[in-house]
Structure formats: structure tokens, C-alpha cells
């Protein structure tokens, strides 16, 4: 028996190893996620909650956060979308590009800060953190 897995793999020119690793580690797109606001003009998202719109079709786009004039809403399921609302939306552009389609217009944004929300850019460099979700400490 072990003769034969031995063997098999020469026989079958398969590196057992490679194949592993490629099993273990998670999938992984080519390109690093970006960030647009996308100005909402599609009156069929007009006071509808994020939850309702199912924005997962979109595979790598979620909703950070929403500006409604100079308030900066944090996005939660339960947050309700008017027109003329900007998404501020993190994705791969192929993603990104298919939602600001069926949303509205991509838009240039420079907001203020009114509500004193701490922003905070964050890089995950970690291969053993990719797929999970952070924990708050």
C-alpha cells in the first residue's frame, strides 16, 4: 500500500504537496478592493432598507457606510436608502462596477465629518485572517 502512494503520484505526474496547498489556503481574487460612493438615482432603491435591496448579489461590494447631506451613516441592515443618498462602497472594481450600474453614478465625495464617527483605514496582510470576520476587543 504504501509502495502504491508512493508511485502514484510519479506515475500521474501530480505534486501531492502543491494540491495541498492549494486545498488548505482560501481563495483569493486577483486585485485589492477599492473604495467608490455611488450616488443612489434608481427610484426602486428609494426607502428600502439595505437588508431589502440584498446587495450580496454583488459578491465583493459591501456598503461602509451612507451620506445623507452631511450626516455620515454608519450602514447596518436596518439602515433605510433615500435617493440622491451616497453608498460609500468597498469592492473589486469588476463589482463595484456592476453596482453603481444598477444604483446610480459614481461620484466624487469629500464629506465632513459632523457626527465626530472615527474612521480608521485597516490592511489585512494575514493569510490566517482572510475569509474571517474581525472581532471587536
Do not use: W
Request: one cysteine or more.
Amino acid at each position: 500500500m504504501v509502495l502504491f502512494v508512493q508511485l502514484l503520484p510519479r506515475v500521474l505526474k501530480v505534486d501531492l504537496e502543491k494540491d495541498l496547498k492549494k486545498m488548505a489556503n482560501p481563495v483569493q481574487i486577483d486585485g485589492s478592493p477599492e473604495v467608490i460612493t455611488v450616488e443612489v438615482r434608481n427610484n426602486s432603491f428609494n426607502k428600502r432598507t439595505l437588508k431589502e435591496l440584498k446587495f450580496n448579489k454583488y459578491k465583493s461590494v459591501v456598503i461602509s457606510r451612507v451620506i445623507r447631506g452631511d450626516r455620515n451613516i454608519i450602514a447596518l441592515n436596518d439602515t433605510v436608502i433615500l435617493k440622491g443618498d451616497r453608498l460609500v462602497a468597498v469592492g473589486i472594481r469588476i463589482n463595484l462596477d456592476a453596482f453603481c450600474k444598477d444604483v446610480g453614478k459614481e461620484v466624487n465625495t469629500e464629506f465632513k465629518n459632523s457626527d465626530h464617527v472615527k474612521l480608521r483605514k485597516v490592511i489585512v496582510n494575514s493569510e490566517d485572517m482572510f475569509g474571517k470576520k474581525p472581532k471587536r476587543t
